[in-house]
């Protein structure tokens, strides 16, 4: 791996205290990069991201689109060249930055994926919870849905982030953004109940969810174990733990929560972001209206 990118990673590890999927992303979207380098440097040109010019860049663009991939993945992966670029431009590694002028794809709306909010009371009460894995993982999926949290934040919690008797946690997000989330009582309830059998492997453990082993669950395990009580239930619309943000976000909205608070409650620093789900909503209506309208 080239020098400047693993300087990045480090920073990224050190200074901005990035989560390990984190670093992960980061790390493939520019290994993947320096395989584009590698493939297409003319002969005796330099392989070295520091001497890539904003030309090269539309054409990686480009490369990433031949190949498939999504105009969001292709969107997210020059997101990390940005980043990377503007490390190394504050380290007087590049003169100028070959990102600033560098345009996403254009981007079709999708509409986030759903649950009703009958499938997740089937999900969350077809979850079996006469042993502590299924404690656990009831307190784990009430919490993803009672606090509309993200997958990394609900792994990410440790005993200290819990207030059980106000419905609370500490949650932290992207850049590492701290929230105080209300949980509702079923989620608060539920982490009780598995609290008592909560088995660390050393002393040292804080965090809340905990595999077999007794070491923090990783945001991967947790998507495997709601496919698994999915297909218990009898769901079989696709959805991953961030399915369970969207729908909390849009069964706020469709019982009258203002766009504002949803937006703090998710955590969102911008409104842009979170008015996504108004579409959602409005879709819904439409549906209804068109459903149920004799002249529709």
């Not at 404690?135 to 934040?153: H, K």
């Not at 598995?194 to 965090?207: F, H, I, K, N, Q």
Request: charged share 30%; aromatic share 6%.
């Amino acid at each position: 791996m080239d020098a400047s990118i693993r300087a990045f990673l480090e920073h990224l590890k050190v200074e901005r205290q990035c989560s390990e999927h984190t670093l992960r992303s980061y790390e493939d979207d520019l290994v993947l990069f320096e395989r584009f380098l590698e493939e297409t440097r003319p002969a005796g040109g330099d392989p070295s991201p520091t001497a890539v010019d904003a030309r090269r860049l539309r054409r990686y663009s480009a490369w990433l689109s031949g190949r498939g991939y999504a105009p969001s993945t292709v969107a997210r992966r020059l997101a990390s060249l940005r980043s990377f670029f503007r490390f190394l431009r504050r380290g007087g590694k590049v003169a100028a930055d070959p990102t600033a002028a560098l345009r996403n794809p254009k981007q079709p709306r999708r509409l986030p994926k759903l649950l009703r909010v009958d499938q997740v009371a089937g999900l969350l009460d077809s979850i079996p919870t006469a042993e502590a894995a299924g404690r656990r993982d009831r307190a784990m999926f009430e919490t993803l849905y009672g606090g509309g949290l993200r997958v990394g934040e609900v792994v990410g919690l440790d005993l200290e982030d819990l207030d059980l008797d106000e419905e609370l946690v500490r949650a932290r997000g992207k850049g590492r953004r701290e929230r105080l989330c209300p949980i509702g009582a079923m989620a608060a309830r539920w982490i009780r109940l598995y609290l008592a059998d909560r088995a660390p492997r050393t002393t040292a453990e804080r965090g809340v969810f905990l595999n077999q082993r007794g070491d923090r669950l990783t945001a991967r395990s947790v998507g495997r174990l709601l496919e698994e009580h999915l297909a218990r239930a009898g769901i079989r619309d696709a959805a991953s733990p961030h399915t369970l943000r969207h729908s909390f976000a849009t069964h706020l909205l469709d019982r009258g929560a203002d766009l504002r608070s949803v937006q703090e409650l998710l955590g969102h620093r911008n409104l842009t972001t979170t008015q996504i789900y108004t579409h959602v909503t409005g879709e819904r209506i439409l549906d209804v209206y068109r459903g149920a309208h004799p002249r529709a």
